[in-house]
Each structure stands twice: as structure tokens, then as C-alpha cells.
């Protein structure tokens, strides 16, 4: 039998932060509360704060059930796509009719800004996970980086971030974007780790631009500074960006100096390493046992996944 179209599903596709994923996309292209300059949606974007039904939700659901009763594997069913999906007014209930046909896990991809509003916050809570985003820690740099809308406000926006973690058991993993020489001064990434202790998410993921952006300012943190950038963040910082793809990592020798500088500063998955150094897999594994071999490097266990650290 071919293949159902659907309207609102895409994928499962395997997703950096979320595994297996299969998106559920709520909202019409690049429907946004913001206009950030590293969108990859396009230029422009119908700027609104008005929560409401986007997207029919009972042919939403009928596709979702659709697809989960012809037998889908995935890590997550993940709400987000192509634009803000908090400004559809039936969230909540979308992730409560998940949860009443599936085991698998909900998260929800955010930029954040709604949470202040607490039946955003009250539809979020019932996500195993909540990924909203964070790029400033002040209003100019957020203005910046977000181009809000005119009526956000950068400090209910945080605290809305705030108030989520106060009442919500579930996950939160913070994104943090980052644009050379817009968001990575001293004095913005001291303002954002400020921000980040306030917030006290379970992770925090940093990112840059690695795909093709629409605006000129969204240049790309080199994966050397964007390691040293998430090492001030916090010990629980990771790198999400995939430099592997996108600078010709194949041409590049691997400089075991590097690599032990680098989990001098925290200790790293092989993922990790691979999007930090935009190095591949292939590249940097026989790096990590000529390494081990010298008793340099040692691993370590932690959840499932296999971490190096120097000895
Ligand atoms: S929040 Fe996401 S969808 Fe909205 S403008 Fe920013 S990057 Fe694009």
C-alpha cells in the first residue's frame, strides 16, 4: 500500500536533540510571535500574538492516529514545524489526545515567548518535554537577535521561562542561539548565563547558524569559540549545532591537542565532539583510541551513553 499523504505530520526524522521524531505541525508557514534573523522560514513572517485554531485540530489528531495505529516508531511526537506552535489555541488538548492513544513521549519546540501567558504554560505542562529558546539576556540584544513582536515584553518573557520551571515536572531543554558579534559579547553572554540561572532548565543546547540564513547579521560562531561560549553557560551546556556537514569536515586532520582541550573543559559524548569539532564520526573515533591508548583519556558511563573525559 503507498504511502497516506498528510497535511500536518512530517516524518519520523531523525532529530539531534529528540532521537526518532515525528513532527506535528500546527500552525501555517512561519506564523510567528517573532522574526528572528536566523530563521531559516524565510524573511517574513505574519507577526501575531493571537492564540487560535490554526489548524483543524480534529484532522490534526485524525492523521496522528492515523499514522500511530500503522505501527510508528519513534523516540518522540514533537509539536513545532513551521512556526510558533503555542499560538494554537487547542494545544493542550492535542497533547492530552496523544497521551490517550500512544506511550510515545510528547515534547513541544517553542520559542518561549507565550509562556507568560498561563494557559500557554498550563497546555506546555503536560509535554514530557519543553524546548523553548533563549538568545539574550537584555532587551536590546533581544530586540536584536528576535525582532518580537512590538507588544512582547523581554522581561515577562523570561518570566514566563521562570514560572514554567516552578510549575512543571517535566523536562526542559533551553536552546541557546548564538550570532557572531550580536549575542557573543562578554557582557551579552553574562546577562544570558544570569537569564539561564533564574530559568535553572535540565539542558542547555547551544546553537549557530550552520544552514543557509535569510539575514546577512546571523553569521556563524566558529566551533572552537562556540565550545568556549557553552563551556561559560554552565556545566550542563551542549553543543546541538552540526558543523560536520557544512565545513567540509573530510578535508580536516584531527588535532588530538584540540580534543583533549576540549574535554578538559567538560566531558563529551562522541556526538558532542563530532558537532563541537565538526569532525565525523569516523574521523574523530580512531583520534579517541589512539588517545585512550596513551592514557590520556578515560570513559565513563553516564545514563546510556558512553562519555570521554581526560585523565
Ligand atoms: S521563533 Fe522560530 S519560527 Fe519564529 S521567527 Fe524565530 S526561528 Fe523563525
Not at 52 to 71: C, F, H, Q
Not at 275 to 282: D, F, H, P, V, Y
Amino acid at each position: 500500500m503507498s504511502e497516506l499523504k498528510y497535511q500536518y505530520l512530517f516524518g519520523p526524522v531523525p532529530s539531534r536533540r529528540l532521537g526518532r521524531s515525528l513532527g506535528v505541525d500546527i500552525v501555517p508557514l512561519k506564523t510567528c510571535t517573532q522574526n528572528c534573523i536566523y530563521c531559516q522560514l524565510g524573511k517574513d513572517a505574519l507577526q501575531t500574538l493571537d492564540r487560535k485554531e490554526y489548524a483543524p485540530i480534529e484532522a490534526v489528531l485524525k492523521e496522528l492516529k492515523t499514522k500511530i495505529a500503522s505501527g510508528l516508531e519513534a523516540d518522540f511526537i514533537t509539536i513545532s514545524g513551521s512556526g510558533e506552535p503555542t499560538l494554537h489555541s487547542s494545544l493542550g488538548r492535542l497533547i492530552s489526545d496523544i497521551r490517550a492513544v500512544t506511550e510515545i513521549q510528547v515534547a513541544v519546540i517553542t520559542n518561549g515567548t507565550l509562556l507568560s501567558r498561563p494557559d500557554v504554560r498550563a497546555d506546555c505542562c503536560k509535554a514530557d518535554v519543553v524546548l523553548p529558546s533563549l538568545d539574550a539576556g537584555d532587551t536590546e540584544t533581544f530586540q536584536k537577535m528576535n525582532h518580537p513582536h512590538p507588544d512582547l515584553d523581554f522581561e515577562q518573557f523570561v518570566d514566563g521561562l521562570i514560572r514554567l520551571r516552578s510549575e512543571y515536572a517535566g523536562q526542559i531543554w533551553l536552546e541557546v542561539f548564538f550570532c557572531e558579534g550580536v549575542n557573543t559579547t562578554i557582557q551579552a553572554i553574562s546577562n544570558l548565563k544570569t537569564r539561564i540561572e533564574q530559568i535553572r532548565p535540565d539542558k542547555i543546547q547551544v546553537n549557530t547558524s550552520v544552514r543557509p540564513v535569510v539575514h546577512p547579521e546571523a553569521a556563524r560562531v566558529e566551533p572552537k569559540r562556540l565550545i568556549s561560549i557553552a563551556s561559560q553557560l554552565g556545566e550542563q551546556a551542549e553543543i546541538i549545532a552540526d558543523f560536520s556537514r557544512h565545513i567540509g569536515a573530510t578535508t580536516q586532520t584531527v588535532d588530538l591537542n584540540i580534543i583533549l582541550e576540549t574535554l578538559r573543559r567538560r566531558p563529551c559524548s562522541l556526538d558532542d565532539l563530532c558537532a563541537g569539532l565538526g569532525l565525523s564520526k569516523e574521523q574523530l573515533e580512531p583520534a579517541l583510541i589512539k588517545l585512550e591508548a596513551l592514557s590520556k583519556i578515560i570513559t565513563e558511563e553516564k545514563g546510556q551513553k558512553k562519555y570521554y573525559k581526560p585523565l
